[in-house]
């Protein structure tokens, strides 16, 4: 039997967890030997706040026999918490710079690009406003201020992208892509960093939306999977 375990369970995967349970769906319901987050007339719902690696044998032997929302946030915005060393003392809370996009479920997708293409499995990124909990890591030196972050809060939830389809992921950057481009042309049109861009043409390629066309030095060049 496969679970997560509600003892386990960080602060924003519990959250998210509690808007999806609505009236009329069941929690922790073991179904072909895995315990599912929710169910909800016979759909699965399934909550990964990290990669989705861990979950690609459930997926698998799942999908077959069960239609399954696979649900992951990103935080468009976020406020660090830092826990102080002195418990008498407060945390202290101020707004991370950084802002998330959809974009950033690339990173989790690289696992199991090509389920995506499979008709029972439907992605929801939820764009949120969270709180990162940081405390003093335990492993810091004497004269080292290391922390780590222990949870991850959520505040709100702004929005909610529903992909049905590795397509629906490339059409959110096609109209702004050359006939062929490179991880750099992605890069631009994801407003994003190289390394994202190439997991995301990792994707796209697994999923069959582009392929590789040619090369322009040591970099590879894709086109679009008419």
Known sequence: MTTIGELNERSLHRALKERYAVAGTETEQVIDGFV????????IVEIQTGSFGPLRNKLTRLLDEHPITLVHPIA???FLVRVPDDPALPPTRRRSPKHGSVFGV????VSIPALLAHPNLTLEVVMTVEEEVRAPSERRGRWRRDFTRV?????DVIETHTIASMADLFALVDARLPETFTTT?????????RS???QAAYCFREGGVIEICGKDGNTLVYRRVV
Request: a neutral charge; zero cysteines.
């Open 36 to 43: 599912t987050d929710v169910v909800a007339d016979g759909r």
């Open 76 to 78: 468009r915005d976020r």
């Open 106 to 109: 690339f990173p989790a997708l």
């Open 151 to 155: 949870d991850r809060r959520l505040v």
């Open 185 to 193: 042309d992605i890069a631009a049109a994801m407003g994003s960093t």
């Open 196 to 198: 994202l861009a190439q």
